[in-house]
T-cell receptor, first 111, second 115 residues
Framework: TQLLEQSPQFLSIQEGENLTVYCNSS?????LQWYRQEPGEGPVLLVT?????EVKKLKRLTFQFGDARKDSSLHITAAQPGDTGLYLC???????????FGTGTLLAVQP | GAGVSQSPSNKVTEKGKDVELRCDPI?????LYWYRQRLGQGLEFLIY????????KSGLPSDRFSAERTGESVSTLTIQRTQQEDSAVYLC?????????????FGEGSRLTVL
């Protein structure tokens, strides 16, 4: 069974602080995605990483895929209240290519 | 409607009743997924369709849960003899293709409350 563990589970920080969210697994994934979900809505894709060691930047967000394609991190610089939400990593793998989601990190950025 | 549409948005039912949740994916999307999400938690995979077939239904929690898809379009998730632990948000997503898992487009979910 493929599992994706995210840490921390909850994070409450002040506006302007930096933070990192981790997504770890013992399984290898062919690709990994990060989504953000706001209350009452479905998750929305932020980025997809495919190559081991790949780093992608999206404004103040930096995503990295581990060299072995088993883990990933999301770093947010100078967090803003608009970054508040549930961050979910999701890995593609297995015989049927289904997308397995992580346990989620709930981020609250206080103004 | 260009997005994924789910209905009902909210459903309150009594324990033991059957419920049916509907998903209208984005037109032309061949892959369709159902996930379950408990409050503030990640998404639990239930079942995945490629066209009208379900190559992976390994996430269905019990034989009370079933799903079908017709016309490579609408999908229905049915929960029979609902239990309180079935209370959750049920999310549907569609994707252009499952050969390479591209972006999943999610609906807003159906919130199920079993009293």
């Amino acid at each position: 069974t493929q599992l994706l563990e995210q840490s921390p589970q909850f994070l409450s920080i002040q506006e302007g602080e930096n933070l990192t969210v981790y997504c770890n697994s013992s399984s290898v994934f062919s690709s990994l995605q990060w989504y953000r979900q706001e209350p009452g809505e479905g998750p929305v894709l932020l980025v997809t990483v495919v190559t081991g060691g790949e780093v992608k930047k999206l404004k103040r967000l930096t995503f990295q895929f581990g060299d072995a394609r088993k883990d990933s991190s999301l770093h947010i610089t100078a967090a803003q209240p608009g970054d508040t939400g549930l961050y979910l990593c999701a890995g593609e793998g297995g015989a049927t290519n289904k997308l397995i989601f992580g346990t989620g990190t709930l981020l609250a950025v206080q103004p | 409607g260009a997005g994924v549409s789910q209905s009902p948005s909210n459903k309150v039912t009594e324990k033991g009743k059957d419920v049916e949740l509907r998903c209208d994916p984005i037109s032309g999307h061949t892959a369709l997924y159902w996930y379950r999400q408990r409050l503030g938690q990640g998404l639990e995979f239930l079942i995945y369709f490629q066209g009208n077939s379900a190559p992976d239904k390994s996430g269905l929690p019990s034989d009370r849960f079933s799903a079908e898809r017709t016309g490579e379009s609408v999908s229905t998730l049915t929960i029979q003899r609902t239990q309180q632990e079935d209370s959750a948000v049920y999310l549907c997503a569609s994707s252009l293709s499952s050969q390479y898992t591209g972006e999943l487009f999610f609906g807003e979910g159906s919130r199920l409350t079993v009293l």
